[in-house]
């Protein structure tokens, strides 16, 4: 229990930090925030590094566990071999839709003009 403890405190601080640290070569644009009302819900602040939030890990896992309930995908999950298949799979799709979601980003604009924004910024950015 205390290990969990001790984990969760560590990755709230990171949070923390995460939400103060502005992301690279943004332009900061006025105007209103579209997602403004969300950001409660996603765990995100407009401008950081915590852009995005959460809301990439949650729909990862959604996603997988629809295709493991509709049996698209094979899984018992009483087999911890295939646990850890799962947890994997969760993981490598919150990467991948951590990228779709941060190139929509950029290219809705969110971060200014996305012909103004040089090949470096838009790959900083995303990284």
């Not at 992301?23 to 602040?45: E, M």
């Not at 698209?72 to 991948?96: F, P, W």
Request: hydrophobic share 50%.
């Amino acid at each position: 229990m205390r290990d969990k403890i001790i984990w969760t405190g560590v990755t709230l601080f990171i949070y923390l930090i995460c939400c103060q640290v502005p992301i690279f070569g943004v332009n900061k644009t006025q105007g209103a925030d579209p997602f403004y009302w969300v950001r409660v819900i996603l765990a995100s602040n407009r401008g950081t590094l915590m852009e995005l939030g959460i809301s990439p890990i949650i729909t990862a896992g959604m996603v997988i566990q629809l295709l493991v309930g509709i049996k698209v995908i094979n899984l018992d999950m009483t087999d911890e071999q295939d646990r850890k298949l799962y947890e994997g799979a969760a993981k490598l799709l919150s990467l991948i839709m951590t990228l779709c979601e941060a190139v929509a980003y950029i290219y809705s604009g969110m971060y200014g003009d996305p012909n103004s924004l040089s090949t470096f910024t838009i790959f900083i950015i995303l990284f």
